[in-house]
């Protein structure tokens, strides 16, 4: 792109200037080069002050909820650093810091000192308690995906990982959606933060054509290569788990179509080796589990398929952003049938009037509380715009969490 995005626009100044920062925007919007640029800057700057020695380090971090979105992360700041030292400027060292990675060659990056980490929790964490490396030189801390990271369990860890952090930090958090558990964070790590918000916090990308389609189960994997007949290759294929991601990829394979597959119980290679392929358009199919949903960039994805209804409709979000970025159009076809929870039904109805896109007519049979005439904003705690606080699936399983011990009082902020 020759111009700059709305969110790299608002929010780039803020970053920079040093302020605490929440962005929202919808995916595929160019947050990445909002929150890495800055980091860079800030190494950049230090090294030329007193550049660093052994075991130094970091001076900047990005937390990622998957790893395929830490590798990402990694690559396209590797990118920018090659250019800078091709420029003449002092090299800059950035760690991966992620499971499927031994440990040896971490440890010989930080022997030489890094600059900047882009890490997942569960390594990092790790690392930290091992004391391979501290946070005494730490500026800038930055959560990617912060939506993502709390809903798939890391909300401990990265509780863990604050308390690591020593000094005053400039924190930003980076999302599609701003659910409860992240403002509660937010409210309590994070001075004064600017909050930069383009569109409505979990608003669907209005570039993506939203097709929702009635499909028995049983039906399901046979109308699979209809819909694939829908657009041009590469398309990609989501469901909720990993038996029905092998049981799709086997029997495309079967039929002849060029597809690979990543789910969590693969190995580190073969997930790297599945998405690389995919990206480089050498084979036509990815078919993942909610891995492939976490920020991750296929500049050319004609259409993603959601096999699996996703239960919250924050996922649905995260998924069909895979496709119709960077200002191009893209479909989304999602399966529905009597076994998809009413709620998010409701929800992915509020979804579709708000984008003004078709509403199949099971949809438009379903009641709920969102209509064009007097544009509810549905629940206030989760952001669903089918149902209202009093119904939301979320807040009354965050209460009996509470009720059993688990969770912290505070954590509950629901404005019903």
Not at 117 to 122: D, K
Not at 162 to 173: A, E, I, M, N, Y
Request: charged share 25%; hydrophobic share 40%.
């Amino acid at each position: 792109m020759q111009h700059p995005t709305p969110i790299q626009m608002q929010a780039l100044p803020a970053c920079l200037a040093g302020r605490d920062c929440i962005g929202i925007a919808y995916t595929g919007s160019g947050k990445t080069l909002v929150f890495a640029l800055p980091m860079i800057m800030f190494s950049l700057e230090e090294e030329l002050k007193m550049p660093l020695v052994n075991n130094e380090g970091p001076i900047g971090l990005i937390i990622c909820p998957s790893r395929e979105l830490a590798k990402q992360t990694y690559d396209n700041i590797n990118q920018i650093l090659l250019h800078l030292k091709t420029g003449g400027w002092p090299e800059l060292r950035c760690l991966l810091c992620m499971g499927g990675i031994d440990f040896i060659s971490q440890n010989q990056a930080i022997a030489k000192g890094v600059h900047m980490i882009v890490a997942t929790p569960g390594r990092l964490k790790d690392c930290l308690e091992k004391k391979k490396f501290s946070f005494d030189l730490l500026q800038y801390w930055c959560l990617d995906e912060a939506d993502r990271l709390m809903d798939v369990g890391f909300e401990d860890d990265i509780r863990d990982i604050l308390s690591f952090v020593k000094g005053q930090v400039q924190k930003v958090f980076f999302s599609a959606t701003m659910p409860q558990k992240v403002r509660d964070l937010a409210a309590k790590s994070m001075v004064k933060p600017i909050i930069v918000n383009v569109g409505r916090a979990g608003a669907a990308n209005l570039d993506v054509i939203q097709e929702v389609e009635y499909v028995k189960d049983e039906a399901k994997i046979v109308y699979l290569l209809e819909c694939l007949k829908k657009t041009p290759p590469p398309v990609l294929i989501f469901c909720s788990n990993q038996s029905d991601v092998d049981d799709i990829h086997e029997y495309l394979l079967l039929k002849g179509v060029d597809a690979v597959a990543i789910h969590g119980g693969k190995d580190q290679s073969q997930r790297i080796l599945a998405v690389t392929k995919f990206k480089n358009l050498e084979c036509d199919v990815l078919v993942a589990t909610d891995v492939a949903s976490k920020g991750l960039d296929f500049p050319d994805i004609r259409h993603v398929i959601n096999f699996d209804t996703p239960k919250e409709i924050e996922d649905y979000i995260h998924r069909i952003g895979r496709t119709g970025r960077c200002g191009k159009t893209g479909v989304a076809t999602t399966f529905i049938n009597i076994n998809v929870p009413q709620i998010t039904l409701l929800d992915l109805k509020g979804l579709l009037l708000e984008a003004k896109q078709k509403i199949p007519p099971i949809l438009l049979s379903l009641g709920g509380e969102y209509n064009e005439m007097n544009g509810m904003v549905g629940c206030a705690y989760c952001g669903g715009l089918g149902h209202r606080v009093t119904e939301c699936a979320k807040l009354a399983s965050a209460r009996k969490g509470k009720n059993q011990g688990f969770v912290d009082d505070k954590m509950i902020l629901a404005r019903d």
